[in-house]
């Protein structure tokens, strides 16, 4: 069975490009899990509401973990709580964009 952690290292090789740091040090990634069945739920939300690219993210989030071997279909659940702020982000991601 597909953990966490895998589901994690998958959407690991999205970037945000706008900011230059991908998802999961962003902070954008809130849970991820998958069933025996081969489907995964990837829980998320993005840095504003009005991102520009809100639809391409998500397709991007889908597209790196269906690359999974055992994982077949991914769907995204784009949430809005809670909302997201630089603390969310990884040391690295605070210190590059001053939080």
Known sequence: MITKEEIFQAVATVIDPEVGFN??????IYDAEANEAGKAIVTMTLSTRACPLHQMIVQWVKEAVE??????????????????????????VQKALGG
């Open 67 to 92: 690359k999974i071997d055992a994982i077949d279909e991914c769907e995204v659940n784009l949430v809005w709580e809670p909302v997201w702020n630089i603390t969310m982000a990884d040391d690295n």
């Open 23 to 28: 998802l999961v040090e962003m902070g954008l």
